[in-house]
């Protein structure tokens, strides 16, 4: 089975600054999907942003980028000039991308690392 | 164009009460998913639902029951509460249950007494 492992339980980053989160993951698949998930005060989950398995290129959205390391089974975000709504819940999540044999695409979270952004 | 809703949004319950959660997916969009969110954890996945039709479940006991309305939205019911039923309910939808983006909802916080 699929695990998703998040060692830090909570982060702080000074307001401007780069920060760093860490998330590494346990499959036997080579095709899959992997997420970033940001949950405020409001609980809504938001979308940061996916990397595809099969694509060697890191995922970068505007100030977000990921680092991701298939071999080490390693996928890590990095947030760079940290704005006070950055701060979050953030999720690290697993999908693969076929289904279960009962025809389910189910996503896998880690426990979460909580942000906080300093001013 | 409104994005997934849910409701209630709180809500307080005793043990051995019924509950029933309520999703309404983004227009357009087929496939309702449900996952349990405890406090300091990550989401669990509950059910997937697609065109009306249970397409998986997590590990949850009988006592979690879904369904899928021919507008797609999707009710969550979950009978003889436990005090570790208490948690957030997400709902989140997508296209088709393939789909790589799924969208979330805000969620139903349940309290059991």
């Known amino acids: 089975a699929q695990t998703v492992t998040q060692s830090q339980p909570e982060m702080s980053v000074q307001e401007a600054e780069t920060v760093t989160l860490s998330c590494t993951y346990d499959?036997?698949?080579?095709?899959?999907?992997l997420f970033w998930y940001k949950q405020p005060p409001s609980r809504q989950m938001i979308l940061v942003i996916r990397?595809?398995?099969?694509?060697?290129q890191n995922a970068t959205e505007n100030r977000f980028s990921v680092n991701f390391q298939k071999a080490a089974k390693s996928f890590s975000l990095k947030i760079s000039d940290s704005q006070l709504g950055d701060a979050a819940m953030y999720f690290c999540?697993?999908?693969?991308?076929?289904?279960?044999?009962?025809?389910?695409?189910?996503?896998?979270f880690g426990t979460g690392t909580r942000l906080k952004v300093l001013a | 164009d409104a994005g997934v809703t849910q409701s209630p949004t709180h809500l307080i319950k005793t043990r051995g009460q019924h509950v029933t959660l309520r999703c309404s997916p983004i227009s357009g969009h087929k496939s309702v998913s449900w996952y349990q969110q405890v406090l300091g954890q990550g989401p669990q996945f509950i059910f997937q639902?697609?065109?009306?039709?249970?397409?998986g479940r997590g590990n949850f006991p009988d006592r979690f029951s879904a369904r899928q309305f021919p507008n797609y939205s999707s009710e969550l019911n979950v009978n003889a509460l436990l005090l570790g039923d208490s948690a957030l309910y997400l709902c989140a939808s997508s296209l088709s249950p393939g789909a790589n983006v799924l969208t979330f909802g805000a969620g139903s916080r349940l309290t059991v007494l």
């Open positions: 499959t036997s698949e080579s095709d899959y999907y």
């Open positions: 999540a697993y999908r693969s991308s076929g289904a279960l044999t009962s025809g389910t695409y189910k996503y896998i």
């Open positions: 990397q595809e398995a099969y694509k060697q």
């Open positions: 639902y697609y065109e009306k039709e249970e397409r």
